[in-house]
């Protein structure tokens, strides 16, 4: 891991979205270590991210970068555009948006956005 820690993000228990003030402060503790987020849009739990521009925000002030993992695309067709998040990487995982089976082809197998 290069040293490199993972740290995880607490979510609001009435929402199931990311607690942003608990956020802002594990940012604010890793901030000179602070490589990148990664975002599950929708979240597994079938969650969209309310404030998911706004945790974008506070990691690329703090010098990181927002990799997104488009968790089901269908979720999101006709309801948002993955390009206005404000993340830096994004895919979108196949095997659930057109029912490939997990690994055929790899898992996450499907098209990359930088």
Do not use: W
Not at 45 to 56: K, L, M
Not at 79 to 91: A, K, N, T
Request: glycine share 14%; net charge negative.
């Amino acid at each position: 891991m290069a040293g490199m820690a993972i740290k995880i993000a607490m979510t609001d228990k009435k929402t199931g979205c990311i607690d942003v003030d608990s956020f802002k402060r594990l940012v604010d503790d890793c901030h000179e270590n602070l490589a990148a987020t990664m975002i599950t849009y929708p979240s597994t739990s079938g969650v969209f991210e309310e404030s998911v521009r706004d945790i974008c925000d506070i990691v690329h002030n703090a010098g990181g970068q927002v990799y997104i993992d488009g968790a089901n695309m269908n979720a999101q067709v006709g309801l948002c555009r993955p390009g206005d998040y404000g993340g830096d990487v994004s895919h979108i995982n196949l095997h659930k948006t057109f029912c490939i089976p997990h690994g055929g082809g790899g898992p996450g197998m499907g098209p990359i956005g930088v």
